[in-house]
């Protein structure tokens, strides 16, 4: 353990706490802006022409023979009406066409071919009469005279088991399965099969079929499209639920936890009672394990201080908000509010817990609610800048832009050493259009703080933003520079302790330079050094897995997804990795099965980039 510990607004790293969202201008609109890549399920990519041929045949001739019934295409139809009966009439048709297998034998092989071709032809017809059971009998003995079996026949026969009351799923595989073993690129197939598999519940089968239909589809097909995305969103959804449910919560990176912590002022420890408890020390060595940056010891004490007991209402309400904080970072977020208001009710007069408590109402969409916290943490102490500051955080990331810039003006005016306050108002100002503002700002920010990266860092991004990349890079280095020569913080390394060094400015640098001059080497290299240095930074995991995809390093890009659902933090996040991760995976499998395509895919994910 160490003794020496710095300000906690020195270990201020990187600010991606409960500001994520607010503060970053550029890596993550830049990971959106180079990512995407292969990421194909996205519908706002491509030029879009109309659907596949025979579907659009289909539904022409449907128009005409049946002008009542609008329908998609072959997809199921809600409404009905199906017609489960073989009527008379249509009985009749049956009839003409049965041939028995002494028949077959006498007929040559053109007749066969020619009286398989006349079966599809009515049995299209029958389809688009919606008379599905006739229209798969006519499809079978197609099947049963043709002497060469033809894939439409089956992915014919396919439709109408789709369309029938109820869907015979089971039958549209099999013969999905035999359209695709004579066409593997047959694409109404792929299809087909997707939807019976997505209806069967067996999504990761159908996502492998719908993504396969959208890629040899050259991504024309809107409908294929929607249908990735829809699937990935299940399976992704669904999977996260499952790693959740399962995963013991844990604190996110050192980084994240210092961030956050660093958005509070710090304040002197509370002052012990006459006769401590055992409980009483726990909780004042816990704050200090918090004010040394060490969190985890600081999480273990403060639980064991409250189970021991405290004897004082004020420390009382100190470990219940900093408990309810490791719950809130740990995303138990009804654990938290719970904490926060038991602290409250102790204490009222800590204004953080109230500025906490906010936190957890936005976190449970209740925006009214955070801003009354806010209104009563302004009762107790009007003069707290943290209170201001933290309300500035959240009409950010509303988009009130004015309203925030006054807060964090507000903040600032009462206490002008946070360095963040200042990067937020410039930022804030950026975002509502006031360019010149917004760099007079940064600029006055940077002469304040002429030995803190953050300025420069941000300033990059707004820079880089703006498409300057010269001046962007120029600032990135400055604020590299500027994190190496900082003294390390502790005389000992604790393994509680993560890097001193925010590898933000590394990872933006990179970017720069794949935005400038299209460099992915150098862009990986700083990506790579940044991990190096802080295995847990996302936004170099992130932008690493983006550029391995830009380059086809389909492996690369896997593990790199894998990373970022290990990191991932909040739901949210975990999701969009597993989305990321699933549609590579589909696309591997895809490349696997189809390999004569994979040099394809790889230009259209470059045409699309
Ligand atoms: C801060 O934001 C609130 C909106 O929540 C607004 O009413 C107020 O005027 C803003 N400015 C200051 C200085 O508090």
Known sequence: MSSSAPSVVERVEAFISENKRAVIIGTAAAIVALGGVAYYASTSRGPRGGEPDVEKAERKKDKKKSKSKKRKGAAKDKEGPILEEIKDEDAEILNEFD???????????????????ELKAKGN???????????????????????????VFFSNRAACYVNMAPPQYEKVLEDCNEALRLDTSYVKALNRRATALEALDRSEEALRDYTAAAILDKFQNDAAAQSVERVLKKISSKKAEQ??????????????????FGAFRTRPLPALPDEPTEGDRTLIMSLEALGAGEYSQALTLVNEALEQGISWDIGK????NLRGTFKFLMTEVHGAKEDFLSSIALHPSLTQTWVKLASVYMEQGDPKKAFESFEEAIKHNPDDPDIYYHRGQV???MNEFTD?????TKSTSLDDQFVFSHIQLAVAQYKSGDLAKSMATFRRTLKAFPQRSEPQNYYGELLLDQQRFQDAVEKFDRAIELERAKPPPYSQISSDRGPHINVLPLVNKGLALYQWKQDIGAAERC???????????????????????????????????????????????????LTYQYATAAQVEFTRNYPEMANQLSQMARAMA
Do not use: H, W
């Not at 009469?129 to 499809?139: D, T």
């Not at 309400?317 to 219940?320: G, Q, W």
């Open 404 to 408: 925030a810039a006054e807060n964090y």
């Open 99 to 117: 041939f028995s297998p002494e028949d077959l034998e006498l007929m040559s092989t053109e007749e066969r071919t020619k009286l398989a071709a």
């Open 395 to 397: 009409l950010f990331i």
């Open 125 to 151: 017809t029958a389809y688009t009469q919606r008379k599905f059971p006739i229209a798969a009998e006519l499809y079978t003995r197609a099947i049963k005279v043709t002497p060469k079996p033809e894939p």
């Open 243 to 260: 790693i959740l449910a399962t995963r013991e919560p844990r604190l996110p990176s050192y980084t994240f936890v210092s961030a956050y």
């Open 317 to 320: 309400a100190e470990a219940l």
């Open 527 to 577: 990506c790579q050094e940044a991990l190096r240095i802080d295995p847990e930074c996302e936004a170099a995991v992130a932008t690493l897995a983006q550029l391995s995809l830009q380059q086809g390093k389909i492996d690369v890009a896997m593990q790199m997804f894998e990373r970022q659902s290990e990191l991932a933090r909040s739901e949210p996040e975990l999701v969009a990795a």
